[in-house]
Nanobody
């Protein structure tokens, strides 16, 4: 059974940093593309960053230059390093795998002074 478990969320001041982790199990992690999505209150879920099985990355324009997605296939984990956080980054962050479209339970990120 595939499971994705996010961690690392929390409360941070504007300009601060957080690193999210998503640990996968029940899958051959190295063959999956991985993505981070977020959903803010009252808004649709949006794609934040993606990394292919070969390590090619893509980012939403709103986070380019501030967020970095990476993966450690030996640990079956994908990361999202978030720097220079803004209040508008406040959301629940989810990891997702493809193929199969598996989702984690989400981790709350709140950026507030």
């Amino acid at each position: 059974q595939v499971q994705l478990v996010e961690s690392g969320g929390g409360l941070v001041q504007p300009g601060g940093s957080l690193r999210l982790s998503c640990a996968a199990s029940g899958m051959i992690f190295s063959i999956y593309a991985m993505r981070w999505y977020r959903q803010a209150p009252g808004k649709q879920r949006e794609l934040v960053a993606a990394i292919s099985r070969r390590g090619v990355t893509n980012y939403a324009d709103s986070v380019k230059g501030r967020f970095t997605i990476s993966r450690d296939n030996a640990k079956s984990t994908v990361y999202l390093q978030m720097n220079s956080l803004k209040t508008e980054d406040t959301a629940v962050y989810y990891c997702n795998s493809s193929p199969g479209d598996y989702w984690g339970q989400g981790t709350q990120v709140t950026v507030s002074s």
